[in-house]
């Protein structure tokens, strides 16, 4: 980049004005118009160029598949042997299957790309002096960027000023807790962890605020040059791994399939040729091989019903693990109460309805500059309702909120002799109760020392509010000196105890249907919250969530990684617990062999969100916890996250529907094959005549990922077994050889088919039985009960009748066909029937058994 290139390589070690000279910047901001020259030079600031795949690039990564390239490469060998037809049918193939997978995964990732475009993070930056909401994406080395709690940073920046300003940034250092960043020089050899004056890509704000310079983005920043040695990936999902497991154990029968089909067809003396061409058919015919293109379809579907339900999918791949789900973890706030906080009052030491405690909020509230939060909304309506005037008040510092104090300060100074805010000066507290306490010496007004006997009033009153489901806090205040300096957190002492204010959040009314909904479905809720342990036993018991036992952030605290394992399974409620403890039972419950879903949309959720199997927040979160969701909920419902649970197991249902039906017919046909080639003088299909055969299965089993889902399938959890589809795969494909075999015997036997007759009778059977074995096989319901989707029953029909009058058309002789007589093809017609009911019986069998295992 242009804009770095001029930049030192320690640049944390130079004086903020000489770096702003450097990168051509004032205090203003670039231009707007300087800014887009930069973006267009320098490119944008994402860790891998952010390229739309084109119509071409997609078309040719369809010939990326190993599968295609051995296809190629056969091709190739037949063209060497002379061989033309084969060689072109096999090509005409190849070009028609690519085509298929191209048109749907062209249609899916436009769509994707719509969706992804809605939750974009943006960044505040100063172009021109003006603020503008600029997409991170597009933030260029010079900008001047504004961040507060909660914003993520988009890139590596020295801070010019800075505000009670504290970063988490153990994603790249490790450090616990957030640390403080501030403006100044820092000496060129200091460590990522010694940079005080500096911020870094992918880092979070955790409290205060800070203007900053941007200096590197992108591969140039600390971050995307970690990731550029490492090549990270995502984190594999239960489904990917699964696939690839999958890959594997096809993987393995194929080679055997190969080896063993070529050694013995050239020691029977027939043509090497023709038998490489036939086992590399075979192989290929075992192969699913549409399903990347089906999982992208099957995902991209489920993606765009989601979105008109109200769930914005981040990571595609997550779908599944959302389906997989079996515990969902959430706050209570917004999900299962109304998320409407009313202030039912504002009371002094002794529980008397006060205006001055009500006052002192609202200048705490008004003048604080962190995110905006119910609480403080809801204590300003409450002001403005009262009447109060909080006018003669002006702000003066502010010690912002943190997790650690749970409090946050103003300093406010009255008018004095005719000055604007150079009055008496007074430091207002607000926060969790034990918090405020803590820093109190004195109480009431009258500021009568706060004695253990005041103390224990004041928590017997909090303890009674607690249980009647407010939420409480506290508010403090003292006088202090007028000063030049700012105020810190060392002026938090010695404060007088004001009084109390009562919040209350009533439960959502459809909150409990919704909690047994979740339950039928095979998904446990629990409760995990910052909140005391009374208010949150109150919400949980207001809606119907059957509580045993209520785990505190003391209590978890002391335990360790074993136990806490064993306990998380049978606690409902976490009360009064940190960000980091958040993270440790979510952790806890994925040891313990559940898949853990974590909703949530604050920034003491971030890490919980990353932590999971499915984060889910909303998109009125703070930036650091969207960037750590899988989904974004356009509202905070879990209804709405309960129809998306659904379409995620749809989803899953569909993809795992297209491996059932695949692998057992292709099993099947294809073993049938490999023995056949052994007995038979002849080959019993043609290279072409197997691929044809695959591509016009692969038409109606690419519209499986639109396909109706039984109420069944979305019933319970479901998670990738590949015992249970290695197990399908042979049960089923030695039935679909059985036929093969009576096929074999009936066009032997009783027609005494020729070679010819031979491969086309059996070319119409095996098509006819893998096209009816996706409607049989895709609902555990008998076939008839279950009506498949619209497209796959049209194509499927479709396919039949052209597998039928194929032998019948003018150019079937290039294929290899020949006209079969009427009697022969009503005895392919009356087996494939025999097979559907065979089949029938066999599923019922087959899944009664496997839920058996299962229960």
């Known amino acids: 980049m242009s804009g770095e290139a001029n930049v030192t390589e320690a640049y944390w070690g130079l004086p903020a004005d000489q770096l702003m000279a450097e990168l051509k910047s004032d205090a203003r901001g670039l231009t707007q118009r300087e800014a887009h020259l930069r973006l267009k030079r320098d490119g944008p600031n994402t860790l891998k160029a952010m390229k739309k795949a084109t119509a071409l690039g997609l078309l040719l990564s369809q010939f990326k598949s190993p599968l295609v390239l051995i296809l190629i490469v056969a091709s190739c060998i037949s063209l060497a042997a002379s061989e033309w037809v084969d060689a072109g049918v096999v090509l005409a193939i190849v070009l028609g299957s690519t085509l298929l997978g191209f048109t749907q995964e062209y249609i899916a990732g436009n769509a994707i790309a719509k969706l992804r475009s809605q939750v974009t993070v943006h960044s505040k930056v100063l172009r021109g002096g003006l603020l503008k909401n600029v997409p991170s994406h597009q933030v260029v080395p010079g900008d001047v960027v504004l961040l507060s709690a909660g914003s993520l940073i988009p890139a590596d920046a020295v801070v010019l000023s800075a505000k009670d300003f504290f970063v988490n940034q153990a994603v790249l250092t490790g450090e616990t807790f957030p640390v403080e960043k501030r403006p100044g020089i820092v000496f060129e050899k200091a460590g990522l962890a010694e940079r005080s004056n500096s911020v870094f890509m992918g880092t979070s704000v955790s409290s205060g605020t800070a203007q900053i310079l941007i200096v590197q ?50 020691f029977m003396d027939k043509p090497p040729v023709a038998s490489l061409l036939f086992a590399l058919a075979l192989a290929v015919g075992l192969t699913p091989e549409l399903l990347p293109a089906i999982v992208s379809i ?31 973890c959430t706050d209570k706030t917004g999900t299962l109460t109304a998320g409407v906080v009313a202030l039912d009052a504002a009371v002094d030491a002794l529980g008397q309805a006060s205006a001055a405690v009500l006052q002192l909020a609202g200048l705490n509230a008004q003048f604080q500059s962190g995110l905006t939060n119910p609480l403080d909304e809801a204590v300003l309506a409450a002001v403005k309702k009262g009447g109060i005037d909080l006018g003669l008040e002006k702000k003066v510092d502010e010690i912002p909120y943190d997790f650690v104090r749970k409090c946050l300060s103003v300093v406010v100074a009255q008018d004095g002799n005719g000055v604007a805010g150079s009055g008496d000066r007074r430091l207002i507290t607000k926060g ?47 006088h202090v000196d007028a000063r030049s300096g700012v105020y810190s957190r060392a002026d938090e002492c010695g404060l007088c105890f004001a009084g109390f204010l009562l919040f209350m959040d009533p439960p959502k009314a459809d909150v409990r249907q919704t909690i047994l909904d979740l339950a039928q479905r095979g998904v446990a809720l629990k409760i995990i919250t910052g909140d005391n342990r009374k208010v949150a036993r109150h919400v949980a018991e207001a809606v119907n969530l059957p509580v045993v036992t209520v785990m505190t952030g003391r ?86 996250l309960r ?19 695949t692998i057992s017919a292709n099993f099947g046909n294809m073993f049938s094959m490999a023995i056949a080639s052994i007995f038979l003088p002849f080959l019993p299909l043609l290279a072409s005549q197997i691929l044809l055969n695959n591509f016009l299965s692969d038409i109606p089993a690419a519209a499986i990922a639109s396909d109706r889902v039984d109420p069944k399938w979305v019933a319970k959890p479901r998670r990738w077994d590949t015992v249970f ?55 555990h319901h008998p076939f008839y009960r279950s009506r498949p989707g619209n497209l796959l029953l049209g194509s499927t029909v479709v396919v039949m009748a052209v597998a039928l009058v194929l032998p019948y058309l003018p150019f079937s002789s290039i294929l290899g066909f020949v006209p079969l007589p009427a009697p022969l093809v009503l005895a392919m017609i009356g087996l494939t029937l025999a097979y559907v009911v065979v089949v029938e019986l066999a599923k019922k069998s087959f899944y009664g058994r496997a839920e058996n295992a299962n229960s």
Not at 452 to 461: C, F, L
Not at 643 to 648: A, M, N, P, Q, R
């Open 217 to 266: 983005t992108g591969t140039g920043s600390v971050f995307g040059q970690i990731a550029g040695k490492l090549a990270l990936r995502p984190q594999l999902t239960e489904f990917e791994r699964g696939i690839h497991r999958f890959g594997y154990l096809l993987t393995r029968i194929m080679l055997v399939m190969v080896v063993g089909v070529v050694a013995i067809n050239i």
């Open 298 to 328: 099957t995902l991209s579907h489920g993606a765009k019903r989601m979105a008109k339900l109200g769930v914005i999918v981040r990571r595609l791949n997550s779908i599944e693990n959302l389906g997989s789900m079996d515990v969902l």
């Open 432 to 478: 969790a109760l034990d918090k405020i306490l803590a820093l109190c010496s004195h109480a009431g007004d009258e500021a009568a020392p706060l004695d253990d006997v005041m103390r224990a009033n004041i928590e017997s009153r909090y303890e009674a509010w607690s249980a009647q489901g407010y939420r409480v806090l506290g508010v403090a205040w003292r």
């Open 555 to 640: 209590e978890l605290n002391d335990m360790g990684d074993e136990a806490l394992m064993h306990a998380v399974v049978c606690t409902a409620l976490f009360a009064e617990v940190d960000p980091n403890q958040k993270e440790r039972i979510i952790l806890a419950l994925q040891k313990s062999g559940h898949v853990v879903g974590y909703m949530g949309d604050g920034i003491n959720d971030a890490l919980a969100l990353h932590a999971a199997d499915v984060g889910i927040s909303v998109d009125t979160a703070v930036d650091v916890a969207k960037d750590a969701a899988d989904f974004l909920l356009l509202r905070k419902d879990l209804r709405i």
């Open 643 to 661: 129809l998306g649970i659904d379409e995620g197991r749809k989803t899953f249902a569909n993809t795992l529907k297209y491996i059932l039906t």
């Open 725 to 779: 589809i290695r197990d399908y795969m042979v049960r089923f494909g030695l039935i679909s050889s059985l036929f093969d075999m009576l096929t074999f015997a009936v066009l032997l036997w009783i027609f005494r088919a020729s070679p010819e007759e031979f491969r086309t009778g059996w070319f119409v059977e095996s098509l006819l039985t893998e096209l009816v074995i996706a409607l049989v096989v895709r609902t």
